[in-house]
């Protein structure tokens, strides 16, 4: 487990972006490996069984290792007192000094052993640090006694009837659901929408901004950090970060990620893909939602929707390592009518690193207002 640096960040320089919740973040380029996305055995010291982790996919996985044991980073790792100049803890990562770290060793070893030497009833990932620790270091492998009930008792009990299952509907009935939920035509005739509210996240970073979306490609955020005004545009191809007389250039890697993570902001969410297929149904707040998924070798992305409703009301993301899983989710909450279109005035992104966990909610939405072009080009820097 590893405290927050500005090292983990997958897409270089944007640490700025991140603190204040932009739309960048560095586990929306994992599947893509960005340039410099180096294995950790080639930019740590005494890497022993986390070889081929990316550099970027780091951090987060110490985060789930410790989360799943309750601990915190000096429960494994080493401090050699501080930085002067910087007044930072200076972490001897590849310090063995702590038996504990070496316990770590092997049960991560354990972990991929399972893992991988039983593909039929394990999928990838299924077994981790959580599945026996479920946050404490140490496991539970015995029923407590005394026992209220065995095993045989109870066999030749009345069985209480069961609600009779829901009617499963296609993939293509649910989004068509979900498309006349979020409003319909209205929708998807929708030229533009500007949201207002609080970006609030871990170490008092609450941020007030302003959200303008333009169809079909450009976005514009403001926030009003204690340093002073940032704004981060987007504009087809292109895009820009102006933090007070700085100005970033985003590369077409740096584009394409704001462009995935800002979809979380427009009307239509998600749409079908021919790949998508029905997992199930589970319960949120106690009320029941079709689940569809799909999946690949580097991830796979789940979607609950509303059976009543049809809404969209939650994304589950889980990205595969070489190691451990890394889970995120973001949830869409309280639904409102905006001139004919639903949206959630509370949007909340949940990551296994509380520092990447934010929560927005929107004071106010206005849809089709007008909007001048010229708030989407380049910035000038002020003197």
């Known amino acids: 487990m590893a405290k927050r640096t500005t090292t983990m960040l997958s897409i270089t320089g944007l640490l700025a972006?991140?603190?204040?919740?932009?739309?960048?973040?560095?586990?929306?380029?994992?599947?893509?490996?960005?340039?410099?996305?180096?294995?950790?055995?080639?930019?740590?010291?005494?890497?022993q069984v986390l070889k081929g982790l990316r550099e970027s996919e780091l951090y987060r996985v110490m985060n789930f290792m410790a989360v799943s044991i309750g601990k915190?980073?000096?429960?494994?790792?080493?401090i050699n007192g501080k930085d002067p100049k910087t007044g930072q803890n200076n972490w001897v990562w590849e310090s063995d000094e702590k038996p504990e770290k070496q316990t770590g060793r092997r049960m991560l070893q354990m972990v991929l052993l399972i893992n991988g030497s039983n593909k039929v009833d394990f999928t990838q990932n299924s077994v981790t640090c959580f599945t026996c620790h479920r946050g404490q270091t140490t496991t539970v492998g015995l029923p407590s006694m005394p026992l209220a009930k065995s095993g045989h008792e109870g066999v030749n009990d009345p069985v209480p009837p069961t609600p009779a299952p829901r009617a499963r509907?296609?993939?293509?009935?649910?989004?068509?659901?979900?498309?006349?939920?979020?409003?319909?035509?209205n929708a998807s005739s929708t030229k533009t929408l500007f949201m207002k509210g609080t970006r609030v996240a871990s170490q008092n970073r609450n941020v007030p901004n302003e959200i303008t979306l333009s169809a079909p490609d450009k976005l514009l955020i403001v926030?009003?950090?204690?340093?002073?005004?940032?704004?981060?545009?987007?504009?087809?191809?292109?895009?820009?970060?102006?933090?007070?007389?700085?100005?970033?250039?985003?590369?077409?890697?740096?584009?394409?990620?704001?462009?995935?993570?800002?979809?979380?902001?427009?009307?239509?969410?998600?749409?079908?893909?021919?790949?998508?297929?029905?997992?199930?149904?589970?319960?949120?707040?106690?009320?029941?939602?079709?689940?569809?998924?799909?999946?690949?070798?580097?991830?796979?992305v789940t979607y609950d929707f509303d059976a009543e409703t049809g809404l969209l009301r939650?994304?589950?993301?889980?990205?595969?390592?070489?190691?451990?899983?890394?889970?995120?989710?973001?949830?869409?909450?309280?639904?409102?009518?905006?001139?004919g279109v639903k949206l959630p005035f509370t949007i909340r992104s949940s990551?296994?690193?509380?520092?990447?966990?934010?929560?927005?909610?929107?004071?106010?939405?206005?849809?089709?207002?007008?909007?001048?072009?010229?708030?989407?080009?380049?910035?000038?820097?002020?003197k």
Not at 21 to 27: E, H, L
Not at 38 to 46: G, I, L
Not at 352 to 381: C, G, H, L
Request: glycine share 6%; proline share 6%.
């Open 72 to 78: 915190q980073c000096t429960f494994c790792h080493v």
């Open 223 to 300: 926030s009003m950090t204690p340093q002073g005004s940032v704004r981060q545009i987007l504009a087809g191809d292109n895009g820009w970060i102006l933090n007070g007389t700085n100005l970033r250039t985003l590369t077409s890697a740096d584009v394409a990620a704001a462009r995935i993570n800002s979809s979380v902001f427009g009307i239509v969410k998600v749409t079908h893909r021919p790949e998508m297929q029905i997992a199930g149904i589970e319960k949120i707040d106690g009320r029941d939602m079709w689940v569809v998924a799909t999946s690949t070798a580097e991830k796979r």
């Open 169 to 185: 509907p296609s993939v293509e009935e649910i989004f068509a659901r979900y498309i006349q939920a979020i409003g319909g035509a």
């Open 351 to 382: 990551a296994i690193d509380t520092y990447d966990s934010w929560v927005r909610t929107f004071t106010e939405i206005k849809r089709n207002i007008a909007v001048d072009d010229s708030m989407f080009a380049q910035p000038v820097v002020p």
């Open 17 to 47: 972006i991140l603190s204040i919740g932009m739309v960048i973040s560095p586990r929306s380029t994992h599947a893509q490996n960005p340039p410099g996305d180096k294995p950790v055995e080639q930019t740590r010291k005494n890497i």
């Open 314 to 339: 939650r994304k589950t993301t889980i990205n595969h390592t070489v190691a451990l899983p890394i889970p995120e989710q973001i949830d869409f909450e309280d639904y409102r009518d905006v001139d």
